[in-house]
């Protein structure tokens, strides 16, 4: 057969396999590349390469040259064949090996290999279709004809005969393809309605899926809240632990000083009373009456100021007593204010919204499409010099202020040099140096320069100690408490530094970048302590 001799032609003559990648040799013959390289390697320590279908020699490793126009014949031939497998139909005449079957003829109610088709009868009455398994039920059961019409009233298919002496005599009928061509009609538009249902499922999948995205990103949100709120109450419960044990401390040693002083006195008044009592006892001792008599009075032997000072040591002894207890609890009271701020805090929002204000934002410096990131550029961005817009340096403020309320907002910087954040007041300057955020009193910042981070006001710098290992921070204003505080975003969340301050304007959110850019990554709404 055609397709046995070309299937031949495939076949690799080294695995005897179909060919893998096929190359060619100078000499015109292919083999599979993994075939002849293996080949090759072999004859490499005799320095003889030769063909293996026709042995000629090459005097040099030859060359392998990938041959396109047998791979496409060959991906081709191996479809074709792989469809016509696929229909696991064979042909009915060929009985000593299977062959796959390229026609059905449903008169003869066989299936046809290449070779039978060509010989097989070309009258009319013979239709041929695709390859079938099942060719009885294209034929009426009745009358054994084929099926060429269709009943619409019994929606059925008959023959000829069954629509002109059959139980279907008189009935409307439809050629077949006609009948199929309207349920073709009603097949789609039923499939578009179901094509409309699947959208409508599909776009109601992508909601859950969004807020199950979103669900996520709150959660995770709120972990980093809890996690700031634990610090913060961990910080304050140190400080507060702290006091509390150096006020203990400072009473207890004025105590002990105190008392030091007393029993130094009573000591030196006991060693006085046990000298005077030696004395007695050596008069009481001596038998010559006349030296005894001759002593002093024993009234006169006690000091004349013993009274006084015996009241003065009396009243020594009362002013000593215990610590100063209300002291230590009026410091303590300070746990009411710290359960009062954690209350409070477990009722803060998620975030919110800090949208960027170009009219703000100096020429030098970027605004993305969604108002979230400040970016450093050479490109002069020549907006219109209003009073609003920074003039000299690389400053953008938030469309939003704040004037009550706790709120925090995350910032995330890329590539910068120099970058600061924090909040200011809208009357900040905008043009000279007092416009420079945090060089003035309006205006609290975190500021990074050279790997060296501080925080800076009114033009008074603190270094940080500690480096910070990310570009994440965290600002969080608790605008009645007067607090402004700056947190890394690392695991766990460390708190930087807090500023102590009466606002009295409202603050918004500033951004100063240089070579890089500051993106905005979360923000808050205002809450209200619970009643």
């Known amino acids: 057969m ?22 060619m ?74 062959v796959p079957a390229v026609k059905s003829c449903l008169m003869c109610e066989a ?9 097989h009868s070309k009258s009319s009455e013979h239709v041929l279709s695709d390859p079938r398994t099942s060719l009885e039920n294209r034929k009426c059961s009745v009358h054994k004809k084929i099926l060429e019409y269709y009943c619409t009233e019994d929606s059925a298919c008959i023959c000829v005969s069954c629509s002109l002496v059959g139980e279907h005599k008189g009935h409307r009928v439809e050629m077949l393809d006609e009948a199929s061509e309207k349920k073709k009609k009603k097949l789609r538009h039923v499939l578009r309605k179901l094509t409309a249902k699947r959208q409508k499922t599909e776009e109601r999948v992508q909601n859950l899926e969004e807020r199950w995205r979103n669900a996520q990103g709150k959660a995770s949100g709120e972990a980093e809240r809890v996690t700031v709120l634990f610090t913060d109450i961990r910080r304050q419960l140190d400080d507060l632990e702290k006091r509390v044990l150096n006020e203990i401390s400072r009473q207890e040693k004025e105590e002990s000083l105190s008392v030091s002083s007393l029993i130094q006195k009573l000591e030196i008044k006991k060693d006085e009373l046990s000298r005077r009592m030696r004395h007695i006892e050596e008069l009481c001792n001596m038998t010559d009456p006349l030296t005894v008599l001759q002593e002093p009075d024993t009234g006169d032997l006690c000091d004349p100021e013993e009274e006084g000072g015996d009241e003065d040591i009396n009243r020594c002894l009362h002013d000593v007593g215990d610590l100063d207890v209300a002291v230590i609890s009026d410091k303590l009271h300070t746990l009411c204010d710290l359960i009062t701020d954690i209350r409070r805090g477990i009722y803060m929002e998620g975030p919110g919204d800090i949208l960027l204000d170009v009219n703000t934002a100096a020429n030098n410096v970027l605004i993305s499409d969604d108002l979230k990131t400040a970016t450093w550029t050479q490109n002069n ?22 004037t009550s309320g706790r709120h925090y907002w995350d910032v995330e910087s890329s590539g910068s040099v120099m970058w600061m954040v924090g909040m200011c007041y809208p009357s900040i300057h905008r043009r000279g140096r007092q416009s420079y955020i945090g060089d003035n009193n309006k205006s609290w910042i975190l500021r990074r320069c050279n790997n060296q981070y501080s925080v800076r006001h009114d033009g008074k710098e603190i270094r940080l100690p500690d480096k910070i290992s990310i570009d994440r921070v965290r600002i969080c204003l608790d605008y009645e408490a007067g607090q402004l505080s700056f947190y890394e975003l690392c695991d766990p969340i460390r708190h930087l530094h807090t500023f102590t301050a009466t606002f009295t304007e409202p603050l918004h959110a500033a951004l100063s970048v240089w070579r890089g850019s500051i993106k905005i990554s979360g923000g808050s709404r205002n809450w209200e302590k619970p009643s």
């Open 111 to 119: 299936s046809l290999c290449e070779k039978h088709l060509r010989v």
């Open 381 to 402: 961005q020549n907006r219109p010099e209003t009073a609003e817009r920074f003039q000299d340096y690389y400053q953008v403020m938030s469309s939003r202020g704040f």
């Open 2 to 23: 055609a397709s046995a001799d070309l299937r031949a032609e495939l076949d690799c003559s080294i695995c005897l396999h179909t060919y893998t990648d096929p190359v």
């Open 25 to 98: 040799l100078r000499c015109g013959h292919n083999f599979c590349r993994v075939c002849i390289d293996r080949v090759l390697d072999t004859q490499d320590e005799s320095g003889v390469y030769t063909c293996p279908e026709c042995r000629e020699e090459f005097q040099e490793r030859p060359a392998l040259m990938r041959n396109l126009a047998l791979r496409n014949i060959m991906e081709n031939f191996l479809f074709t064949q792989h469809k016509e497998t696929e229909t696991g139909i064979c042909c009915t005449y060929c009985v000593d090996s299977p």
